[in-house]
């Protein structure tokens, strides 16, 4: 069975920083695509940063040149390094790993989420 198991959470003031991991097991997990999500309070889960196979990085609007998502094939495990966090950054975030591409769909595989909060 496939398992995501994610660390990284917590809480942290406006301009701070931190870095969730997501390890992957009994995937090959080279091959999948990884992504990063988020929900917050009252809102719909929303699509943060992702990386393909090939390392190719993609991110929303509101994180571009904050956060920076990278993968480590080695260790089965993927990153979110998130920098200047603003308090609207708070949420759960989950991991999603995936074969495909259909970011809107909520496929894949799934970690069971970590807090991030951010005081004002």
């Known amino acids: 069975q496939v398992q995501l198991v994610e660390s990284g959470g917590g809480l942290v003031q406006a301009g701070g920083s931190l870095r969730l991991s997501c390890a992957a097991s009994?995937?090959?997990?080279?091959?999948?695509?990884c992504g990063w999500y988020r929900q917050a309070p009252g809102k719909q889960r929303e699509l943060v940063a992702t990386?393909?196979?090939?390392?190719?990085?993609n991110y929303a609007d509101s994180v571009k040149g904050r956060f920076t998502i990278s993968r480590d094939n080695a260790k089965n495990t993927v990153f979110l390094q998130m920098d200047s966090l603003k308090y609207e950054d708070t949420a759960v975030y989950y991991c999603?790993?995936?074969?495909?591409?259909?970011?809107?769909?909520?496929?894949?595989?799934w970690g069971q989420g970590t807090q991030v909060t951010v005081s004002s």
């Open positions: 009994s995937i090959i997990f080279r091959f999948n695509n």
């Open positions: 999603n790993v995936r074969g495909g591409t259909s970011w809107l769909t909520m496929s894949g595989y």
């Open positions: 990386v393909t196979s090939g390392g190719s990085t």
